[in-house]
């Protein structure tokens, strides 16, 4: 593998910090460079980037207790983290991205320390079935991103204490609680702590894209000052809770892929202003539909037709498909 390696390795356990420094890395990550991200948050609640924090953890509750809220860049569902868990993240060029070789990293490390873990669905590893790490992914033009959660040693109570579950979730996937579906490495490796998980990652990672020169280096060798202005964006209300207005009508389903909800303003039967909530990994789909509906009456089969004319190929099709049989479906 002919290119820079490079691992950080940060020692603050502020989720908005991390974030910041996460996406700084993102932003400056060079054509031929390889760079794992290794980070912890303590007692954090961390949402997709086009989610409804209120329908998806219990903030106040959080906060209450000293915890943080945090919004990600990527898509895909809300996850707890705490020191028991290690969040990595895989940053390079679009043109270098490779989520088979990525995700191939994460299983080697796991299995060396003699569990069995395997590739589940399109962001999940697990173990007997179980989630140990859910994975999500950000692309910028030229740049990209994909990271995930590796659960150790994590406290599932908490887990199930501030993260709420929607019906239609437990409804269409059968799920009888969170704690039933994930699992901690712990559970197969007694003696297995954060810091050998950290060590079998950083082998990996270098037997995949080569030697680090400068082995696991300090986030504090980075610039500071572009990641304080990033980390005062992810410590703001507006990009952690952003504006949810009072929503004169409200739809919600789920799909395969994701859940989705929808919130229309409208003014004389005409939407003024729409939002799209959901839990799908594909974060520019979801963010194309509102602009979609502004100006539409608020008449299904209308809000079907303006979104069907929506460009979409492979796996993109079948969300636009799914969701304009869903709104023609509708009684209104």
């Not at 204490?161 to 704690?179: A, N, T």
Request: charged share 25%; hydrophobic share 40%; aromatic share 12%.
């Amino acid at each position: 593998m002919t290119g820079e390696t490079h691992i950080f390795q940060s020692d603050s356990h502020n989720p908005w910090y991390n974030l910041a420094v996460e996406e700084f890395l993102l932003d400056t990550v060079k054509e031929n460079q390889y760079i794992l991200y290794l980070w912890q948050n303590y007692n954090t609640i961390v949402i997709g980037k086009n989610q409804n924090p209120w329908k998806e953890c219990r903030p106040g509750m959080l906060e209450r207790d000293g915890g943080y809220l945090a919004r990600r860049l990527s898509g895909g569902g809300t996850v707890y983290h705490d020191l028991g868990n290690l969040n990595f993240t895989f940053l390079m060029s679009r043109e270098h991205y490779n989520l088979e070789k990525q995700t191939g990293v994460i299983l080697a490390a796991v299995r060396k320390l003699g569990i069995p873990a395997e590739m589940n669905g399109r962001n999940d590893l697990t173990v007997d079935g179980r989630k140990f790490s859910g994975n999500a992914f950000c692309f910028r033009k030229n740049s990209a991103y994909h990271h995930g959660t590796i659960l150790v040693s994590s406290n599932f109570e908490k887990l199930v204490h501030y993260l709420q579950v929607p019906e239609e979730k437990i409804r269409s996937k059968g799920i009888e609680s969170v704690r039933s579906r994930v699992v901690n490495l712990t559970e197969y490796n007694h003696s297995l702590t954060i810091d050998t998980v950290v060590k079998a990652l950083v082998q990996e990672f270098t037997l995949a894209y080569g030697e680090a020169p400068g082995g696991v280096q300090n986030v504090q060798s980075l610039d500071q000052a572009v990641i304080q202005k990033l980390f005062e964006k992810y410590a703001s209300w507006e990009w952690r809770y952003g504006q949810v207005p009072n929503f004169d009508m409200e739809i919600s389903t789920r799909f395969a892929w994701g859940g989705i909800e929808i919130g229309l303003k409208l003014e004389k039967g005409i939407v003024v202003e729409a939002f799209v909530y959901s839990d799908a990994l594909d974060v520019e789909f979801i963010e194309m539909i509102p602009e979609l509906f502004k100006g539409a009456p608020l008449n299904a089969v209308v809000l079907g037709d303006r979104l069907s004319q929506m460009k979409a190929e492979g796996f993109r099709w079948t969300m636009r498909e799914d969701i304009v049989q869903w709104l023609k479906s509708k009684n209104f």
